[in-house]
């Protein structure tokens, strides 16, 4: 008969055969001392460093490649969220080949590892590409992370499909001859330096319950945004990084984006009472970011006018 504890007293639920509905103060030490954890990086308890960047470095955009990030010091920004250009020949894009664009991201990933603070997060907003053959994109960038050091927290799929392009690609029309997958869907991979968890230094949590209740369920649901609108071949909408920053940051901490684009980190940052640095190689793209920056504190600070 399975083992079963389902009392929510100060001794929790405990992992047993068939598993247990309870998950508050659930003891998982068996589960995590299975075989299959055997070898696998775990997170460790970490001392608590924090180094701060330079005012006059911080909430700032920078026209350069985030490969080399030399404005911020080791253990001084607390979140990374970000979405790669997709390399597939866009006018933003190099068009390298796979091994290039590979090693330039994890050259990226590398330095973001060196500038977050210990249990600091990476959030990379990524959709696998092509049909013959498919490239699991994310796959590739999850092999890349662990082998820097990341601890791989999850992965959210965010759900595209009430405002996914309406593509008629079906391949071999209601024959298996060929029929097409499509996709209605995109990953975001979140990952943590050295540690699971962050040393809170009394910082101030600004989460609603309604939100941290539905934001960390493994599946998201909202609509994509217009290119056209924002000026910017391939936008991700606010609500992405206002999500991640909500759940995985505290007021005031820094927000960083490495492919910064039309500048929405930036933006949800601000809105979310954040600070923020962003990078961007295309100097239009980094003055479009600036102009919509600009123009929302222009907004919300009559004394910016």
């Given at each position: ?12 639920t405990k992992t ?12 998982s ?16 308890e970490?001392?608590h ?10 909430d700032?955009?920078?026209?350069k ?15 990374m ?5 997709y390399?597939?020949?866009k006018?933003?894009d190099n ?16 330095e973001t ?24 994109l ?9 082998d ?5 927290r999850?992965?959210l799929?965010w ?5 996914a392009s ?11 001859a ?7 869907h995109?990953?975001i ?8 968890s ?23 649901t909202?609509p ?23 759940l ?20 949800s ?15 239009e ?21």
């Open positions: 008969m399975a083992e079963t504890n389902y009392k929510r007293t100060g001794a929790g047993s055969s068939f598993g247990t509905p309870g998950r508050i103060n659930h003891d030490s068996k589960f995590y001392e299975s075989r299959l954890y055997e070898g696998l990086k775990k997170g460790e970490t001392s460093i924090e180094n701060e960047i330079p005012v006059e470095n911080l700032r955009i920078y026209c490649s985030s490969e080399n990030m030399d404005e911020l010091p080791d253990n001084s920004t607390h979140l969220v970000t979405s790669p250009p390399n597939v020949t006018d933003y068009n390298l080949s796979l091994a290039e664009y590979l090693k330039l991201l994890r050259n990226i990933w590398q590892y060196r500038v977050l603070v210990p249990g600091g997060r990476a959030c990379i907003n990524v959709a696998n590409l092509g049909r013959k053959p498919y490239i699991p994310h796959s590739y960038i999850i092999e890349d992370m662990h820097i050091g990341f601890l791989m999850g992965e799929i759900n595209k499909a009430s405002s309406p593509s008629t690609a079906w391949g071999s029309w209601l024959s298996a060929n029929p097409v997958l499509r996709d209605v995109e990953y991979l979140v990952f943590s330096k050295d540690s699971f962050r040393k809170k230094k009394a910082k101030e949590n600004t989460i609603k319950k309604e939100e941290f209740l539905e934001w960390t369920k493994s599946v998201c909202f994509a945004v217009s290119a056209k609108q924002i000026g910017h071949p391939a936008p991700f909408p606010e609500e992405l990084p206002h999500r991640l920053i909500q995985y940051t505290f007021k005031n901490d820094v927000v960083l984006d490495p492919f910064a684009g039309s500048g929405t980190t930036c933006l940052s601000i809105k979310d009472n954040r600070n923020f640095i962003g990078y961007d190689t295309n100097a793209y980094v003055k479009l970011a600036e102009t919509r920056i600009s123009s929302y504190i222009k907004q919300t600070d009559p004394s910016k006018k």
